[in-house]
């Protein structure tokens, strides 16, 4: 009899862990798709030199992958929603931190399309049920865009007169 249960049992774990990975891609899928659509707007508007949903599922995964056990509910108990992984992803993609071979160019569309979300967020915040982990990720999302908006290389070189 326990020879059973010790084969029910990892025949269970694996179970569970199939599901696991299924809804680990469901929730990378839905990302990458809310990525890809900031992305597909950038390029009609100003042009983009990647294919916005290879660009996207690129940068999602490669954040996903620097910290599975964040993103995936097993350090906080539930995975994040798709609109912080989508603008945490573009936080360290305009940092240069997750995508190799970034320029110039795409830093300041992965900084547009953070602004964009960021915004998003902000003018619709009873839209989104998010967790604590969530405002960790938008935390530091919405720290990286203030960080990059007082980066000396976006400056415009421009003295507003905001003084009156």
């Not at 620097?66 to 994040?80: D, M």
Request: glycine share 6%; aromatic share 10%; with cysteine.
């Amino acid at each position: 009899m326990e020879l059973f249960r010790e084969h029910v049992n990892f025949k269970q774990g694996k179970f569970v862990g199939f599901f696991s990975g299924i809804k680990d891609n469901f929730r990378k899928s839905e990302a990458a798709v809310v990525v890809q659509t900031l992305f597909e707007k950038h390029q009609q508007n100003f042009g983009l030199n990647a294919p916005p949903a290879a660009l996207a599922n690129k940068l999602i995964e490669s954040t996903w992958n620097s910290a599975p056990e964040l993103f995936n509910g097993r350090k906080s108990g539930a995975r994040p929603h798709k609109a912080s992984i989508a603008a945490y992803s573009l936080a360290c993609a305009a940092r240069g931190a997750n995508i190799k071979g970034t320029n110039e160019e795409m830093e300041m569309a992965f900084s547009m399309c953070l602004g964009r979300i960021l915004s998003a967020i902000e003018r619709t915040p009873e839209s989104f049920r998010f967790t604590d982990i969530d405002l960790r990720l938008l935390e530091q999302a919405q720290k990286t865009f203030v960080d990059l908006a007082s980066d000396s290389k976006y400056d415009l070189g421009v003295d507003l007169p905001l003084n009156a």
